[in-house]
Nanobody, 121 residues
């Protein structure tokens, strides 16, 4: 388990960009960005493990996940934002070196408090 802290959220018009960051207190095996809007289930949007990335179909070609190799800081570059992207974005991580299904929230042992992203005109 590690301590996670998200930052970089804000309000932007449709088509705008934001870059989210997630700092971690220690090393991680997998890190993933989730998001949740009111009345919706929390959903995984992008994940990275050992440099390999995965994306939800809804954000492919618009979002890019990356990680600093030295301090494990996680980033999410969000371009061409849509109103549907409005949500609280959460950083999640696991320190378990096991096979995983990155979409499953139960796999993660560490969660941040979230950073709000609002896309509106």
């Amino acid at each position: 388990q590690v301590r996670l802290l998200e930052s970089g959220g804000g309000s932007v018009p449709p088509g705008g960009s934001l870059r989210l960051s997630c700092s971690t207190s220690g090393s991680t095996v997998r890190m993933t960005w989730f998001r949740q809007s009111p009345g919706k289930e929390r959903e995984a949007v992008a994940s990275i493990r050992s440099g390999r990335t995965s994306y939800a179909d809804s954000v492919k070609d618009r979002f890019t996940i990356s990680q600093d190799n030295n301090d494990y800081t996680l980033y999410l570059q969000m371009d061409n934002l849509k109103t549907e992207d409005t949500a609280m974005y959460y950083c999640a991580a696991t320190t378990r070196r096991i096979a995983d299904y990155w979409l499953d929230r139960r796999y993660y042992d560490s969660w941040g408090q979230g950073t709000q992203v609002t896309v509106s005109s």
